[in-house]
């Protein structure tokens, strides 16, 4: 992992740096019955699909296009969601690559009808790869991190990139070495 924390110099043609605010996005949605699992708090999937719908909006937004999910880190839930709960979901993007971008989330909670701070009940991080109409990857611009907060997340960011690649880089050495031994999976 680098030290570095902020994106690279641009590329000439490559598209112009963005600050992490530029695509910064809140989604807010209230919780029903419909939304319950059987124990009558909200089912992880649905706020699952607030997530990826926050984290998709701003990696639209970032790369100026479509984005897709390419896969969903550390989705983590803090405390149970209520029916009557007012949910919000905080998303920027963390860090960019050549054709993907981490998007971190976080996913806050409050009582429709009270006036009490909302408080963290999850947080995930995403992988998103901006395509073009034929699907393929295309280019994301740089994003420059503003604060001390938006550098900490960068340099995240590179460490769970770089345990991605690694943990995905082992798995395919050991199927092919079982493969290789005539193990079927």
Known sequence: MTDQVTPEASVPGAPEAKPTSASRT???????????????????GVIMKLVD????????RHSGGPAVTASM?????????????????????????RSSMEVGVRVMAERWNESTPA??????YLVFAAVDADGKPRPVPPVVPETERDKRRYQEAQIRRTHRLARRRAIKELREKRAAEGFED
């Open 26 to 44: 809140t989604l807010s949605h209230i919780m029903t019955g419909s939304d319950t699992n059987l124990l009558g708090t909200v089912h992880g």
């Open 53 to 60: 719908d926050a984290a998709g909006a701003v990696a639209g």
């Open 73 to 97: 880190d550390e989705m983590v839930f803090l405390e149970p969601v209520r029916v009557g709960d007012l949910v919000h979901v905080k998303a920027q993007v963390n860090w960019t690559g």
């Open 119 to 124: 408080t963290q009940v999850g947080s995930a």
